[in-house]
């Protein structure tokens, strides 16, 4: 088993952490119908978080915040983004039928995540620069877990952006959403990926001799 910095070392995962090349390669977006109702543990959540501290930011802003949700805290974030799809209807309230539809969903994934940017006062930072940092450490959320065997999706649908959303779940005035995501086991295989080849989104500028 390879040997992980003690921040990161791996409490509650079955297999042995996937190397970094095999878990940029094997990471899928899961859908929620494919996640076992196993649940995740919160060492191992506190690891994937601490993977994601680490993503690099301009002036070392650290930008990312997250709030997360597990067992009955993810009503909260049901009812959060029920709340917010009818303010966008024009809506003051969800209908009940929305708001037991969102908690069902909720329910099909053991752990969820808000995601929001939070742009530093100083530095100032452009808001894109900071909205980048953040998905840097979204990514490295996600690779940190499918390297514990966990499957994740982020979404950013209308709700999961909403003003209303930021400030229900206690992100700071300054702050604003980059989405939801959800973390779980998958139940059988692995989504398998495609990717069209790098070759074509790559110019290179080098040595005729090509070194
Ligand atoms: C910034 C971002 C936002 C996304 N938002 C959604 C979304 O709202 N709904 C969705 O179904 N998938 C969303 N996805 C997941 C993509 O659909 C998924 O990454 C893509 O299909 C490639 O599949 P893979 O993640 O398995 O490689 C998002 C991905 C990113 C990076």
Redesign the pocket.
């Known amino acids: 088993m390879p040997t992980l910095p003690s921040a990161l070392t791996v409490s509650s995962s079955e297999l042995p952490p996937l190397d970094l090349f095999a878990a940029i390669h094997e990471?899928?977006?899961?859908?929620l119908a494919q996640l076992r109702p196993d649940l995740i543990s919160k060492a191992t959540l506190e690891t994937l978080l601490e993977a994601a501290n680490w993503a690099p930011s301009h002036g070392q802003t650290e930008p990312w915040r997250f709030a997360v949700f597990t067992g009955e805290g993810r009503g909260v974030l049901a009812t959060t983004l029920a709340t917010s799809l009818a303010l966008i209807k024009g809506q003051t309230q969800p209908d009940p039928e929305t708001l037991r539809l969102e908690h069902e969903r909720k329910r099909l994934a053991p752990v969820w995540l808000a995601v929001a940017v939070e742009p530093a006062e100083k530095p100032s930072m452009p808001l894109h620069e900071e909205q980048w940092a953040v998905?840097c450490a979204?990514?490295t959320l996600?690779l940190a877990a499918r390297s514990l065997g966990i499957g994740?999706?982020?979404?950013?649908?209308p709700p999961?952006l909403h003003p209303n959303t930021a400030r229900s779940l206690g992100f700071s005035e300054r702050a604003s959403m980059?989405?939801v995501m959800f973390l779980g086991y998958p139940a059988g295989e692995w989504?398998s990926?495609?990717?069209r080849p790098v070759a074509d989104k790559v110019r290179w500028f080098e040595d005729e001799s090509g070194v």
Do not use: E, H
Request: glycine share 10%; net charge positive; hydrophobic share 30%.
């Open positions: 990471r899928r977006t899961v859908d998905a979204v990514q996600m994740s999706k982020w979404i950013s649908n999961s980059m989405g989504p990926g495609k990717r």
